[in-house]
T-cell receptor
């Protein structure tokens, strides 16, 4: 158990819908990262938040947005869903950054868009 | 810009044999390099990372990797494979501690009894 929790574990929805994925970082970790893993695109970094502020942005679509709340949990919002958005979405956390600290990954949320 | 190439999407080794997983990187700035492991139906776990200190990096579970700038490589090795090493391994590169991290396509390691 990495200490990073993600809910829900599985999510099945239809095209055009909007979903919210939730992540709770390890106690004491200020940085949260979101990743997408799919057969087509592989593993991709989406976005990083540090203590409530966006810190780095990767290949995140405009239909996707994220935020980190004062209690440091984070949510990833996916809207106008398409079939190609079906993937495993991972959250990870670290104290500050990936170079100084060890990054811990959650178990993931598997999103299926029908 | 950074990129990573992992040679071999599948690698099979016998139990007790040397494990060698290859990773070559491209980076316009001094890189930070990482190896992660993903066991079936689980999230990723950091094995080791190179952060411009020692070029030979030791990680968890007996794995190590050597940063070779002249060869732009960061290959992962383990002297003796165990059945429990069967998993998918990802090499990754970042140009800055706040930069986005770029992953390779992964190498699935199979251990033969």
């Amino acid at each position: 158990d990495s200490g990073v929790t993600q809910t829900p574990k599985h999510l099945i929805t239809a095209t055009g819908q909007r979903v919210t994925l939730r992540c709770s970082p390890r106690s004491g970790d200020l940085s949260v990262y979101w990743y997408q893993q799919s057969l087509d695109q592989g593993l991709q970094f989406l976005i990083q938040y540090y203590n409530g502020e966006e810190r780095a942005k990767g290949n995140i679509l405009e239909r996707f947005s994220a935020q980190q709340f004062p209690d440091l949990h984070s949510e990833l919002n996916l809207s106008s869903l398409e079939l190609g958005d079906s993937a495993l979405y991972f959250c990870a956390s670290s104290v500050v950054d990936i170079v100084t600290d060890t990054q811990y990954f959650g178990p993931g949320t598997r999103l299926t868009v029908l | 810009a950074q990129s990573v190439t992992q040679l071999g999407s599948h690698v099979s080794v016998s139990e007790g044999a040397l494990v060698l997983l290859r990773c070559n990187y491209s980076s316009s700035v001094p890189p930070y390099l990482f190896w992660y492991v993903q066991y079936p139906n689980q999230g990723l776990q950091l094995l080791l990372k190179y952060t411009s200190a020692a070029t030979l990096v030791k990680g968890i579970n007996g794995f190590e990797a050597e940063f070779k700038k002249s060869e732009t490589s960061f290959h992962l090795t383990k002297p003796s494979a165990h059945m429990s090493d069967a998993a998918e391994y990802f090499c990754a590169v970042s140009g800055d501690r706040d930069d986005k991290i770029i992953f390779g396509k992964g190498t699935r390691l199979h251990i033969l009894p």
